[in-house]
C-alpha cells in the first residue's frame, strides 16, 4: 500500500446526494495541488460531473447499484461505509468527509448514527473517544451528546468532565491555544432558576465546573443557552472573535441551531479526540437537489482548507 501520511483523504459521501458534486466543486476552486489529496470514491461515477482540475490519485470503491439522485438505497450506504472504512486504513493526515446518508448506513446494515462513530469505531484505539466539533470563523460549538433522541439525553459529571477535558486537550496541545475559554450552555431553562425548573444544574453540572476549574480550565457556569449566542451572534456580524473560544452545549440542536444560523455555509463539523482530525461540510445529503447541479460547495471548501491549517 502507498504511503498517504502526508496526504489529505476525501471521501465523496452518498452517491445519490450533492457528495461528488460539492467535492469537485471544491477542489476545482482551491486548486490544491495534486500530491496532496488522494480521493476515494466510485470512479466510473466521476464520469457524470465536470472534470477534475487536477489528476489526483483516486482508490476505487466499488459500487454495486445504480445511481438514483435523492434516493435511498442500501447500496449507496455500503459504499459511504466501504470508504469510510479505507480512508481509516490508509492512515492519511486527515480525512474530508461529504455528506452521507444514516439511513441509507442503516439499509446497508451499519448500525452507526453518523459518520463520526463509524470513524471512533476504525480509528480509537486506548480508550479514545471521538468528539463532534464545530468550528467557524467566529467561534466554535462542542456537543456533549451527539445524535440520540431528547428523552435519552443522560449529561452526567463524569461525561462533562470526560469530554471538556478531551476539547482542552485539543485546543492546548493541536491547535496550540494556550488559553482557550469555555461557555458551558445549561440543560434546562434559565440554567434551572435555582431548582425552580430543574436540579441538574446544581447536583450535577456546576459541581462538573469546579472540577474542571481545578485543573486549571477555563469553563463559565452553566449560562442560559438562549441569550448565551446572542453576543456570538453580534461578534460575528462585526467581524470579530466571539467571547469564548468554543461554546459547549448540552445537546445537539442546541448548539447547531445558532452556528448553522449565524455561520451555515462556513460551519465545519470537525471530529477531534482521534489520531487522525476529520472534517466535514455542516450539511447533509441534500436529496432534494442532488443531480442538479445547483449545490452550494462552500462549506465543503472550508472544510478542506481546515486540515490544512490544523
Known amino acids: 500500500m502507498s ?14 446526494g450533492i457528495g461528488t458534486e460539492i467535492t469537485i466543486k471544491a477542489l ?9 489529496i488522494v480521493l476515494i470514491t466510485n470512479k466510473k461515477n466521476l464520469q457524470n460531473y465536470p472534470k477534475l482540475n487536477q489528476d489526483y490519485e483516486i482508490i476505487d470503491i466499488p459500487f454495486n447499484g445504480t445511481v438514483k439522485y435523492g434516493t435511498l438505497s442500501k447500496e449507496s450506504g455500503e459504499f459511504c461505509f466501504k470508504s ?3 480512508a481509516c486504513e490508509i492512515s492519511p493526515k486527515a480525512i474530508v468527509t461529504a455528506p452521507v446518508s444514516k439511513e ?8 452507526f448514527n453518523g459518520q463520526t462513530e463509524v470513524l471512533e469505531h476504525f480509528l480509537a484505539h486506548d480508550g479514545q473517544k471521538a468528539e463532534m466539533l464545530f468550528t467557524s470563523s467566529c467561534f466554535d460549538v462542542l456537543l456533549l451528546t451527539r445524535h440520540c433522541a431528547l428523552k435519552d439525553i443522560n449529561i452526567t459529571k463524569e461525561l462533562i468532565l470526560e469530554k471538556i477535558q478531551r476539547l482542552d486537550n485539543y485546543y492546548k496541545n493541536t491547535r496550540n491555544i494556550k488559553n482557550p475559554k469555555y461557555a458551558l ?14 436540579y441538574e444544574e446544581i447536583d450535577t453540572i456546576i459541581p462538573a465546573v469546579e472540577q474542571l476549574r481545578k485543573k486549571n480550565i477555563d469553563i463559565t457556569n452553566p449560562l442560559p443557552s438562549d441569550t448565551l449566542f ?39 463539523n470537525t471530529t477531534i479526540g482521534l489520531d487522525i482530525i476529520r472534517t466535514s461540510p455542516s450539511h447533509g445529503t441534500a436529496f432534494d437537489i442532488a443531480g442538479k447541479n445547483i449545490a452550494n460547495p462552500d ?3 472550508e472544510a478542506i482548507k481546515a486540515v490544512f491549517l490544523k
Open 230 to 268: 446572542v453576543n456570538a451572534g453580534k461578534s460575528f456580524h462585526n467581524g470579530t472573535k466571539a467571547p469564548y473560544t468554543c461554546y459547549v452545549a448540552m445537546y445537539h440542536d442546541q448548539g447547531l441551531i445558532p452556528i448553522k444560523t449565524i455561520a451555515a455555509e462556513k460551519t465545519v
Open 84 to 86: 469510510l472504512k479505507k
Open 28 to 36: 476545482n476552486k482551491l486548486n490544491i495541488k495534486r500530491e496532496d
Open 299 to 301: 462549506s465543503m471548501i
Open 104 to 111: 441509507a448506513l442503516h439499509l446497508a446494515g451499519h448500525k
Open 3 to 16: 504511503n498517504y501520511k502526508n496526504k489529505i483523504a476525501i471521501t465523496t459521501g452518498d452517491i445519490n
Open 185 to 198: 450552555c445549561s440543560l434546562n431553562p434559565h440554567a434551572g432558576e435555582g431548582g425552580i425548573l430543574g
